[in-house]
């Protein structure tokens, strides 16, 4: 059973199962085989064409290979407004929502935002925070709320974060490298440090929430 790192901005050479992040300004994405994800990010909202971005995005989610839409969301530390960005994120939404594709969600100092979001809309897809930073409260009202948590190397080394990475259930848990110059071993092992739970468990347990979430269909080629 492979180890999947749910959300990187490199492919390496590694026996592992990634799904590379592919930014909507940069596609069309047609490495066959390749599971990726795309979507328009808050920070670039303003640097493209709105309407030539969805059009592209909804194009790649017919591909069988695009399995999830994002990233995408919320980022209240940028000069950009929120308002704006709200109704990026929630178009992108319903393009998910036609296609039954999970999100995978940006978010820094939003998160009553996302609540809120997810509430009123009543949305029944996974959506998936990918480089997951909260605290122990904020991961508390996140669970409440059904999200589900993808986690990289920053959340892992802050020792202050510890607590709120062991509330995190294991079934509503992934792992990435990101953007990070880092193997998805070294998270694995960390994370299971951190859990003093066996590596192979987790490894099992997120190979599960996988299938769970994206189908059968999407390992059949690992």
Known sequence: MKKIDLHTHQITEEEYIQVLNVFAQDLPFSEN???????????????????ESLQAIETAMRQKNMIALGECGLDRSIAKDISNQLSYFEEQ???AENYSKPLIIHCVRAYPDLIKLKRDLKSDLPWIIHGYCGNLETTRSLIRHGFYFSVGESFLKDERKRASFQEIPIDRLFLETDDKEVSIQYIYSTAAQILTADEEMITEAIYSNFKTIFGNDKLICF
């Open 33 to 51: 085989g390749q599971l990726f994800s795309t979507g328009l990010h808050p920070w670039h909202i303003k640097n493209v064409k709105h309407q």
């Open 93 to 95: 939404i319903r393009l």
